[in-house]
């Protein structure tokens, strides 16, 4: 019996172990895109919109939606944007529609969440009319 255990240890020379690593869900949203917007201003009879992607992950092409007093929704075309990179779109408004007090303008970067983020809550920008 011995010499059996002796040499079946002989024949064990070593092992190897193995980890597998599962990264925590919340880390994995940190590896999004997150398409937000950045800015808007008036120019002309123009509303200008600056989207920013502030993911670590490139976004692809999406919509910004604009809507005035919560209707009329009209759409323009973002591009795909690497991490950290703007585009820079615009909207066709009357000047008295973009200076009356009146009006309020939203838009809404991915209007459709078709795009998983880092964060989805970031997507939304309002803009004022002039004082009344």
Known sequence: MR???KAAAAMVVGFVTSTVVVPDANAMMFF???VTISRVAPFGNLLVVQV???GLASSPATYVR???NGSG???VEVPALAPGAK???SFEVGSGTIWSCHNEF???VDPRRAIRESN???NEKGFYGGPC
């Open 3 to 5: 010499a059996i255990m």
């Open 32 to 34: 999004l895109p997150d």
């Open 52 to 54: 920013k992607n502030l």
């Open 66 to 68: 604009m809507r005035i």
């Open 73 to 75: 929704a009209r759409y």
């Open 87 to 89: 585009a820079t779109i």
């Open 106 to 108: 939203n838009f809404d």
């Open 120 to 122: 989805e809550t970031n």
